[in-house]
Antibody, heavy 118, light 110 residues
């Protein structure tokens, strides 16, 4: 079955960096794009970034553009998001999610919590 | 990219039908048939309920249906059940090749 397991969350100070990882299994990883979606405590879902199946196309929400970088290693079935210049408003549960065939998200990980606090 | 507009809450009695609206612009909902809907229980990851405006993934109840008119998409839940009580989010692909979620709707079963 499809599994997406995020890791790398934790507490980080404002202005610092953090890298999240997403290990995928149960599907042909190299054939699908992957999203990162976040959810601040008690708030709604916010799309963060997308990387295409081959890593050649990357898109970002305006709120993270220039600070976050999404990447993937198809040999390791893993997607990453490097987050820099973190702000308190970046604090959230970060979900890794598999792209479906119709610009939807058909599978989600369980999320990893990022806390930005001094 | 501003969030798509959803009502904060919708409620209904068991067996009734409810509809959740999701309003965007011609740059997202109105420009593409790539609207999806997600159900989320507290503390859990979202689950895909509808994709491509009106298609249900395998395993999703036929009580869930989707539609779209101009810049507004809708999710209808018929025969409302206690287990439908959750948060629901719409999402759309956009003209910038990005994605946008709705503000979310809390469904309460009375």
């Amino acid at each position: 079955q499809v599994q997406l397991v995020e890791s790398g969350g934790g507490v980080v100070q404002p202005g610092k960096s953090l890298r999240l990882s997403c290990a995928a299994s149960g599907f042909p990883f190299g054939n699908y794009g992957v999203h990162w979606v976040r959810q601040a405590p008690g708030k709604g879902l916010e799309w963060v970034a997308f990387i295409s199946f081959d890593g050649n196309n990357k898109y970002y929400a305006d709120s993270v553009k220039g600070r976050f970088t999404i990447s993937r290693d198809n040999s390791k079935n893993t997607v990453y998001v490097q987050m820099s210049s973190l702000k308190t408003e970046d604090a959230a549960v970060y979900y890794c999610a598999k792209d479906g065939s119709y610009h939807d998200i058909d599978y989600w990980g369980q999320g990893t919590l990022v806390t930005v606090s001094s | 990219q501003s969030a798509l507009t959803q009502p904060a809450s919708v409620s209904g009695s068991p067996g009734q039908s409810i509809t959740i609206s999701c309003t965007g612009t011609s740059s997202d909902i109105g420009g593409y048939n790539f609207v999806s809907w997600y159900q989320q229980y507290p503390g859990k990851a979202p689950k895909l309920m509808i994709f491509e405006v009106s298609n249900r993934p395998s395993g999703v109840s036929r009580r869930f249906s989707g539609s779209k008119s101009d810049n507004t998409a809708s999710l209808t839940i018929s025969g409302l059940q206690a287990e439908d009580e959750a948060d629901y989010y719409c999402s759309s692909y956009t003209i910038s090749s990005t994605y946008v979620f709705g503000s979310g709707t809390k469904v309460t079963v009375l």
